[in-house]
């Protein structure tokens, strides 16, 4: 994933309804009309939704029958943790740091 979608990946998750989205699609694959019956939007907010996630490359569909299935789409959940990861470690050697500055006699 590139740098462009990375941050579009992390602005698609600021939403607390695209992020109710991709919990429920973390459980099974879904179609619109399913997410749109346990959230407080319409089906035709919850299609944008889907459009900004699937932009951004956090869900892939496919057609069955005449619907669309959602589904997480692990390489851009893998590219999200992954920067998470970094920025944990990065967060946790300077904290290491820290605890052993205190640990150095004045």
Do not use: N
Request: hydrophobic letters at 40%; aromatic letters at 6%; one cysteine or more.
């Amino acid at each position: 994933m590139s740098t462009y979608q990375d941050a579009d990946a992390w602005v698609a998750m600021a939403d607390r309804t695209r992020r109710s989205i991709v919990e429920r699609l973390a459980h099974r694959p879904m179609a619109v009309g399913e997410l749109a019956a346990d959230l407080p939007v319409s089906r035709p907010a919850v299609s944008q939704h889907l459009k900004v996630l699937k932009r951004a490359g956090l869900v892939c569909d496919r057609a069955e029958g005449t619907r669309r299935v959602y589904q997480l789409e692990p390489a851009g959940l893998a590219a999200m943790r992954d920067e998470l990861d970094r920025f944990w470690l990065r967060a946790l050697d300077g904290f290491k740091e820290l605890v052993e500055d205190e640990g150095d006699p004045p």
